[in-house]
């Protein structure tokens, strides 16, 4: 299979504050250098790119010794926390900014949609923008106009194509740049998390079109996004990043499993107010282990000045748009501590087999007794979820539904 995508010792690195090397000597000289293809004198070793650190330099590398292969009709997943260099790598593939060090070898033409009207221009209408970047990707008009009528029917917004872009939503903005970069015949599609300011029914039309153009055309996908459930779905490889350098490089649900045991920062809760007067939740902890094994096991700690009258721990279960899932507490359908009273203690929850779809789900916890409830803790867990059960088949156009990832014992047969 050709390669699509080859990126060789790739880097990029920000000078944070004042650009410049100070005196118009180095700057001539700096340019000298790079005219002739020569590395910068006056670059600085600098630091990662770890946005929660201050640090002493003020060159930062964003990104720092890429490596990596793609193959042609490849469809990518590249994930990572926020500030791990996934949209700047995006942006150097686009030739929106140049690398520091290193170079792409790219084979085909490249469709991006990297941000809110990426390559529209703001006075030109919906129709000629659609002309623009067609003859930006190399098209000629008689290609773009064959696909124009089914540009316009995927984005919706056929009531507007001759009025100026800078009159559009942020939503209709970004429906018809979607249907101009995966419907003109560029080799490569690439899609940032911008798909997330459309509506619910048009990121599903996104993601079944990229699917589409991935399995169905054989062409290039690379997509950004926070959403685990789409890049499992849709991708079959998958890039990890973190602070600026790659982490792993696999199989879609490997890279995810990977990101989850790497990225930890929300699966644990510890409450900084020793203060607090009434009982109160210390700390809350998720076991990363059991979650691989398809298990939800929470550990909550808790404190009290007073006896509780059977402490009684809830949690909420929510999916990625904050609508609640399930609940349970330690009383209705668990464990009531025999009726003991208690002022500290562990409330330990554990659902095996977990019934849920593969995705990003966040929990709220609360503590009360049988009189009321004392502490509530909104929105303090997150967890990435791969499913390790069969959410579809090998048939076309079965995709998951919902979020909760019921298995039915089914039986079909005949009657007279």
């Not at 990126?7 to 700096?30: M, P």
């Not at 979607?178 to 899609?191: D, G, M, Q, R, Y």
């Not at 996908?221 to 890039?239: D, E, P, R, T």
């Not at 203690?345 to 659902?351: A, D």
Request: net charge neutral.
């Amino acid at each position: 299979m050709s390669i699509a995508i080859k990126a060789e010792n790739i880097s990029k690195a920000y000078q944070l504050g004042q650009i410049g090397t100070g005196t118009v000597s180095r700057d001539i000289e700096r340019w000298f250098a790079k005219l002739r293809g020569k590395e910068d004198p006056f670059l600085k070793i600098g630091e990662t790119n770890d946005r929660t650190q201050k640090g002493s330099s003020d060159i930062v590398w964003s990104l720092k010794d890429i490596n990596f292969e793609i193959n042609q009709g490849d469809a990518v997943g590249i994930i990572g926390r926020n500030g791990a260099g996934k949209s700047t790598l995006l942006k150097l593939l686009s030739r929106v900014t140049s690398p520091t060090t290193g170079n792409f070898k790219v084979k085909g033409r490249i469709a991006s949609l990297l941000e809110v009207g990426t390559g529209f221009h703001p006075e030109l209408t919906g129709k000629e923008n659609i002309y623009l970047n067609g003859a930006i990707l190399g098209m000629r008009k008689q290609e773009i106009k064959r696909k124009f009528d089914e540009i316009v029917a995927f984005s919706g917004v056929e009531r507007y194509i001759d009025t100026p872009v800078k009159r559009y939503s942020s939503g209709m903005y970004v429906r018809l740049a979607f249907a101009v970069a995966a419907h003109l015949e560029s080799e490569i599609l690439i899609v940032d998390e911008v798909l997330a300011v459309g509506d619910a029914d048009f990121q599903k039309k996104c993601l079944g079109k990229m699917g589409e153009v991935s399995k169905g055309e054989g062409r290039t996908v690379l997509f950004v996004s926070h959403n685990m459930s789409a890049v499992s779905a849709l991708c079959n490889k998958g890039i990890l990043m973190q602070n600026g350098t790659i982490n792993f490089i696999g199989s879609s649900i490997e890279t995810i499993n990977t990101y989850n045991q790497s990225d930890s920062s929300d699966s644990i809760y510890v409450e900084k107010n020793l203060e607090i007067k009434k009982p109160y939740i210390t700390k809350a902890e998720i076991d990363r282990t059991e979650l691989e094994k398809g298990n939800l096991k929470i550990n909550v700690f808790f404190k009290s000045e007073v006896e509780l009258d059977v402490p009684i721990v809830g949690v909420v279960v929510y999916d990625i748009l904050g609508m609640p899932l399930f609940g349970t507490n330690a009383l209705v359908h668990g464990k009531n501590f025999n009726g003991k009273i208690l002022k500290k203690g562990i409330s330990e929850l554990t659902i095996n087999d977990l019934p849920l779809h593969t995705g990003s789900y966040r929990i709220s916890l609360w503590l009360g007794d049988k009189t009321m409830n004392y502490d509530v803790k909104k929105d303090i867990l997150s967890f990435e979820f791969v499913s390790n059960k069969l959410t579809s088949t090998n048939l076309p156009d079965i995709s998951v539904i919902g979020s909760m990832n019921i298995i039915g014992k089914w039986r079909v047969y005949e009657i007279d």
